[in-house]
């Protein structure tokens, strides 16, 4: 069945570093959206990508949709101690557009 | 506005009860999700209802789940003859309205935690 892959599943970072998580789908993606859980948190909604090679930023985010559509990556710069959390990536099930598939999501762990 | 509120926020209870969990939709939002999240791991879909549609019940894990949506509004979460292994967090979203092959961002409540003990 349709799979939503994101790699690594943890991140340690030291503050003021750079890094990038990545989420890659076994099957084309109409659409992709990235989501952001805080420790104790619930999900929050970031982002939608929506073009092949689509790129936006947010401040220190910068999210991308591959030329495939079967990937996507989140790169942030200069890391805060306010980036903490789970980064998780969805996208449209195969069987329904108002469904999304989640993927198991990167941790991120920042040390000051 | 309001967004997506769920209750109760913590629920303990004990092995073999029924429970029942509430979520409150942000107003006009068709789209209805309930998700489960174990300590630590992702989203796992439960159900999801569409407007008047005959709701996606596929995630469910067994006939101890079940969900009832009233219209476009107030939906309810009810688990049978509780188990250990239904501890987690349950999460509610609501999305709005869709027009044709698009998917649009779900917005998620806070969430229930339930605890079987």
């Known amino acids: 069945g349709q799979q939503v892959m994101q790699i690594p599943q943890y991140q340690h970072v030291q503050e003021g570093e750079d890094f990038t998580t990545y989420c890659n789908s076994s099957t084309t993606l109409s659409n992709i959206q990235w989501y952001k859980q805080r420790p104790g948190g619930h999900p929050v909604f970031l982002i939608q990508?929506?073009?092949?090679?689509e790129v936006k930023k947010q401040k220190r985010l910068t999210f991308q949709f591959g030329e495939a559509k079967k990937n996507s990556s989140l790169h942030i710069t200069a890391t805060q101690t306010t980036d903490v959390g789970t980064y998780f990536c969805a996208g449209p099930t195969t069987d329904s557009w108002g469904k999304l598939q989640f993927g198991a999501g990167t941790q991120v762990v920042v040390t000051p | 506005g309001a967004g997506v509120s769920q209750s109760p926020s913590n629920k303990v209870t004990e092995k073999g009860k029924d429970v029942e969990l509430r979520c409150d939709p942000i107003?006009?939002?068709?789209?209805l999700y309930w998700y489960r999240q174990r300590l630590g791991q992702g989203l796992e879909f439960l159900i999801y209802f569409q407007g008047n549609s005959a709701p996606d019940k596929s995630g469910l894990p067994s006939d101890r789940f079940s969900a009832e949506r009233t219209g476009e509004s107030v939906s309810t979460l009810t688990i049978q003859r509780t188990q250990q292994e239904d501890s987690a967090v349950y999460l509610c979203?609501?999305?709005?309205?869709?027009?044709?092959?698009?998917?649009?961002?779900?917005?998620f409540g806070p969430g229930t935690r339930l605890t079987v003990t």
């Open positions: 979203a609501s999305s709005p309205p869709r027009g044709g092959r698009v998917s649009y961002e779900q917005y």
């Open positions: 990508l929506v073009k092949s090679g």
């Open positions: 107003s006009g939002h068709t789209a």
